[in-house]
């Protein structure tokens, strides 16, 4: 079972930036694609972010432009680089092993234990 560990969440003001890494414990993560979750306050979990093992990449609308997902499979992490932060971008924010439910679908579903996540606070 992989293990994923997320962390570089904190607080910070409207407009800032935060970079959140996610490392995971087999090198099973370099095939297969990584999704950063995001689950605010007395809201469900959504995916906001998607990176295939060949490095194509995805984002939710409501987080597109602003951020980046990017992995390296040499050190079994993946990141996801956030600017611009906006209230509503407060939530825990976990990582996943996914699969897409058919190619080119799009649509993804998780296959990993979640961790412990990580808090984003973005607050003046």
């Known amino acids: 079972q992989v293990q994923l560990v997320e962390s570089g969440g904190g607080l910070v003001q409207p407009g800032g ?23 605010p306050p007395g809201k469900q979990r959504e995916l ?25 499979n040499a050190k079994n992490t993946v990141y996801l680089q956030m ?4 209230p509503e971008d407060t939530a825990v924010y976990y990582c996943n092993v996914i699969v897409e439910t058919h190619p080119g679908s799009g649509s993804y579903y998780y296959i990993g234990s979640w961790g412990q996540g990580t808090q984003v606070t973005v607050s003046p």
Do not use: H, P
């Open 83 to 86: 600017n611009s932060l906006k």
């Open 17 to 39: 930036s935060l970079r959140l890494s996610c490392a995971a414990s087999e090198i099973i993560f370099s095939i297969n694609a990584m999704g950063w979750y995001r689950q």
């Open 48 to 72: 906001v972010a998607t990176i295939s093992n060949g490095g194509k990449t995805s984002c939710a609308d409501s987080v597109k432009g602003r951020f980046t997902i990017s992995r390296d």
